[in-house]
């Protein structure tokens, strides 16, 4: 029995203890919009909403969880141009991780279906960190 509880409390050590990992920069992440976007409809300024579409996992540890928000706005939308800035993401714990560069744009002359400039709900974005950023994790490695 001594062994055994001996075994779990280094596990659960193990488990809990918190380990720092690094997303190293040009670490792909995987997002998708979650509400249309719209020339004329959504303005210069306004947020735009995109979130991780997968986890992004290092060395078997979640260090962004899927569906974690990132932080977009509207950049252009006007004369039959659209284009959205995704600029950041917060890792699992709670860090802040820039994107390196990172935007989408469209014309009007690319949605066959529309009067204008049109991002649907599920387009997908594959962006890049911009920098190494060191993370606390306490989460299970799998």
């Known amino acids: 029995m001594k062994l055994f509880t001996l075994i779990v409390s280094v596990f659960a050590f193990q488990f809990l203890t918190a380990q720092t990992i690094s997303i190293p920069a040009n670490t792909p992440v995987s997002m998708e919009l979650v509400q249309e976007i719209r020339e004329g409809k959504n303005k210069v300024g306004e947020a735009a909403q995109y979130r991780v579409a997968k986890d992004v996992v290092i060395d078997g540890v979640v260090v962004i969880a899927a569906k974690t928000v990132v ?28 994107l390196a560069d990172c935007w989408v744009f469209t014309t009007a002359s690319q949605n066959q279906k529309s009067k204008g400039a049109l991002l649907i709900v599920g387009s997908k974005k594959n962006c890049n960190t911009a920098a190494k950023v060191d993370i606390k994790s306490t989460g299970p490695k799998y």
């Open 71 to 98: 932080r977009a706005k509207v950049t252009n939308s006007g004369n039959r141009e659209l284009r959205v800035d995704l600029y950041d993401v917060q890792a699992a714990d709670g860090t802040t991780v820039n």
